[in-house]
């Protein structure tokens, strides 16, 4: 049987396209950068506001930082998975 031979050609869309992938995932991780910044951002406004509920007010935001960095994460992650495992 014989194999089946890929042009170079092909490997170069191939190439190219994974890179647009790779850098298309990483917008992403700006993304949980703004998140953030958000977070912060309305627990400084939510604290100036109402100083009495300053423990409850900060874990909210320890938790909306937890889950934005991890979708920042998930994206990083699936931007070195498109790099280098497929």
Known sequence: ???I????IRNDIDSAAKYIGAGAATVG???AGAGIGTVFGSLVIGYAR???LKQ???SYAILGFALSE???LFCLMMAFMLLFAF
């Open 1 to 3: 049987m014989p194999s």
């Open 5 to 8: 031979q890929t042009s170079v």
């Open 29 to 31: 991780v700006a993304g």
């Open 50 to 52: 109402n100083p009495g």
């Open 56 to 58: 409850q007010l900060f």
């Open 70 to 72: 991890a979708m920042g």
